[in-house]
């Protein structure tokens, strides 16, 4: 059953219990007031009977039967009864007895009753006279009250019939136009497949449940497009970045070997092939860190990572291997809460990500000092990363961050030119941003921003 019939048949069904229980209040009143009504009708015919009887004792039993059948109109099956102290019949025959003598005492000890006897009602009386003390029974039929009755049954009932059905064609309609946007949003979904993951869906106002959903596919389908781009990535360049050098190494030692070469020749040919093998090195390390990133798309889990404490560790990190006061970090500004300085994010990615622009900012300066920023406050973190290298040209600062790409002014420097490619997608990953400052000659200037207007939980 789709959600729209769903939704309209829950709508209906609640609908129906609460009118089933409006109407049912509606008639259990009507009917406590009908019969409460012909009681009070048949009590005054009790009393009107007292009157007539006990109280005219000048007027003979015939005259006032022909009073009251003249001035009294008869109700359906009416009976009224009067009997003395000894329970018998008085004023008005009765040869067959029409209540028996418990009902008579009852109504002896309770001085006032009423009770039904099938659809007919009765009243007793208990009334005091000069005569002696009787008991009045009247007893009749309310006909019309139960016709009233009937006939309200009809009307709620096909009342009832014709309001729940409009209901169920309201509901639904109302559940169509709100599933509406969710109809939009599984309609764009269905245009998604692997060659057009840059597509998005809709988000509309943000506001409400549906809006959630697009924008949380719209985050996977941002993950699921960054790891089939560095899939991608990974089987087309690394073939090409690997036999570069193992050709380069090949052909080398083929012609060392094509004849005698002497000590400085073979010397050569060696210092050749190491360097080689180190650009070799360092593109299979730039592809294992590929790999890793490329993993941690699709498998790491999140944990809250606290940036402070992470620029702390690559301090040490960095101190160590290079030597004290070439890493230098200051604090600009912290916010008051220390889950304001944490992200949801894999911890050994950040530092591959932070550790590759730090690494670059020591090769492209010749291992002098390096100085790293932290700005936070409860909106967003910024971390700054200085250094006074040879700088990137600006017609080439937009490219840094594209797979195996190298400046122009580095070519003579090692490296692989796939470390900003991972940085940028790790951080990209993290809903970070990172900006590139540089002027050639005067350093490089890397600015990495995350928002954190949400706490990490």
């Given at each position: 059953?789709?959600?729209?019939?769903?939704?309209?048949?829950?709508?209906?069904?609640?609908?129906?219990?609460?009118?089933?229980?409006?109407?049912?209040?509606?008639?259990?009143?009507?009917?406590?007031?009908?019969?409460?009504?012909?009681?009070?009708?048949?009590?005054?015919?009790?009393?009107?009977?007292?009157?007539?009887?006990?109280?005219?004792?000048?007027?003979?039993?015939?005259?006032?039967?022909?009073?009251?059948?003249?001035?009294?109109?008869?109700?359906?099956?009416?009976?009224?009864?009067?009997?003395?102290?000894?329970?018998?019949?008085?004023?008005?025959?009765?040869?067959?007895?029409?209540?028996?003598?418990?009902?008579?005492?009852?109504?002896?000890?309770?001085?006032?009753?009423?009770?039904?006897?099938?659809?007919?009602?009765?009243?007793?009386?208990?009334?005091?006279?000069?005569?002696?003390?009787?008991?009045?029974?009247?007893?009749?039929?309310?006909?019309?009250?139960?016709?009233?009755?009937?006939?309200?049954?009809?009307?709620?009932?096909?009342?009832?019939?014709?309001?729940?059905?409009?209901?169920?064609?309201?509901?639904?309609?109302?559940?169509?136009?709100?599933?509406?946007?969710?109809?939009?949003?599984?309609?764009?979904m269905q245009l998604v497949n692997s060659r057009n993951l840059s597509f998005r869906v809709n988000e509309g106002n943000g506001k409400d449940e549906i809006s959630v959903?697009?924008?949380?596919?719209?985050?996977?389908?941002?993950?699921?497009?960054?790891?089939?781009?560095?899939?991608?990535?990974?089987?087309?360049?690394?073939?090409?970045?690997?036999?570069?050098?193992?050709?380069?190494?090949?052909?080398?030692?083929?012609?060392?070997?094509?004849?005698?070469?002497?000590?400085?020749?073979?010397?050569?040919?060696?210092?050749?092939?190491?360097?080689?093998?180190?650009?070799?090195?360092?593109?299979?390390?730039?592809?294992?860190?590929?790999?890793?990133?490329?993993?941690?798309?699709?498998?790491?889990?999140?944990?809250?990572?606290?940036?402070?404490?992470?620029?702390?560790?690559?301090?040490?990190?960095?101190?160590?291997?290079?030597?004290?006061?070439?890493?230098?970090?200051?604090?600009?500004?912290?916010?008051?809460?220390?889950?304001?300085?944490?992200?949801?994010?894999?911890?050994?990615?950040?530092?591959?990500?932070?550790?590759?622009?730090?690494?670059?900012?020591?090769?492209?300066?010749?291992?002098?000092?390096?100085?790293?920023?932290?700005?936070?406050?409860?909106?967003?973190?910024?971390?700054?990363?200085?250094?006074?290298?040879?700088?990137?040209?600006?017609?080439?600062?937009?490219?840094?961050?594209?797979?195996?790409?190298?400046?122009?002014?580095?070519?003579?420097?090692?490296?692989?030119?796939?470390?900003?490619?991972?940085?940028?997608?790790?951080?990209?990953?993290?809903?970070?941003?990172?900006?590139?400052?540089?002027?050639?000659?005067?350093?490089?200037?890397?600015?990495?921003?995350?928002?954190?207007?949400?706490?990490?939980?």
């Amino acid at each position: 059953m789709k959600i729209r019939n769903r939704l309209a048949l829950y709508f209906t069904i609640i609908s129906a219990v609460i009118l089933l229980i409006a109407l049912s209040v509606i008639f259990i009143t009507f009917n406590s007031f009908a019969k409460a009504d012909f009681y009070s009708r048949l009590v005054d015919r009790a009393k009107v009977a007292a009157q007539l009887y006990l109280e005219a004792d000048e007027i003979s039993p015939d005259s006032l039967n022909r009073v009251r059948e003249r001035y009294l109109k008869q109700l359906p099956g009416e009976v009224t009864r009067i009997y003395n102290d000894k329970n018998a019949a008085s004023f008005i025959k009765d040869r067959q007895q029409y209540w028996r003598s418990n009902v008579i005492d009852m109504v002896r000890k309770r001085k006032d009753v009423e009770f039904a006897e099938g659809r007919r009602q009765t009243v007793g009386i208990y009334y005091y006279d000069n005569q002696g003390n009787f008991v009045i029974l009247t007893s009749a039929e309310d006909i019309q009250g139960h016709r009233r009755i009937d006939d309200l049954i009809e009307i709620m009932l096909a009342m009832f019939i014709l309001v729940i059905t409009g209901l169920f064609f309201i509901g639904r309609w109302f559940a169509k136009k709100s599933l509406e946007p969710l109809d939009d949003v599984v309609g764009e979904m269905q245009l998604v497949n692997s060659r057009n993951l840059s597509f998005r869906v809709n988000e509309g106002n943000g506001k409400d449940e549906i809006s959630v959903l697009a924008q949380n596919f719209n985050r996977l389908l941002k993950h699921l497009e960054n790891a089939f781009e560095m899939q991608q990535t990974y089987v087309t360049n690394a073939s090409h970045e690997l036999k570069t050098p193992v050709t380069s190494i090949i052909g080398e030692i083929e012609v060392a070997l094509h004849k005698a070469r002497s000590n400085d020749e073979y010397e050569r040919v060696l210092r050749s092939v190491l360097i080689d093998a180190e650009d070799l090195n360092e593109t299979i390390a730039g592809l294992m860190e590929l790999a890793q990133v490329d993993m941690g798309y699709t498998q790491a889990a999140l944990d809250p990572v606290a940036i402070d404490e992470l620029i702390w560790e690559l301090a040490d990190y960095w101190t160590n291997k290079l030597g004290k006061g070439l890493f230098a970090v200051s604090i600009k500004h912290l916010p008051a809460d220390p889950e304001r300085l944490q992200i949801p994010a894999n911890k050994a990615l950040l530092a591959i990500a932070f550790n590759n622009i730090i690494g670059n900012a020591y090769k492209f300066s010749d291992n002098q000092r390096v100085q790293c920023d932290l700005y936070a406050d409860n909106s967003q973190m910024v971390v700054t990363i200085i250094d006074s290298g040879i700088g990137i040209p600006v017609d080439e600062q937009e490219r840094v961050f594209e797979s195996f790409y190298r400046g122009t002014n580095v070519k003579s420097l090692p490296g692989s030119g796939i470390g900003l490619y991972i940085t940028g997608k790790i951080i990209q990953l993290y809903n970070g941003h990172i900006d590139v400052k540089s002027e050639p000659g005067n350093g490089t200037t890397v600015i990495i921003t995350f928002e954190t207007g949400e706490k990490v939980n």
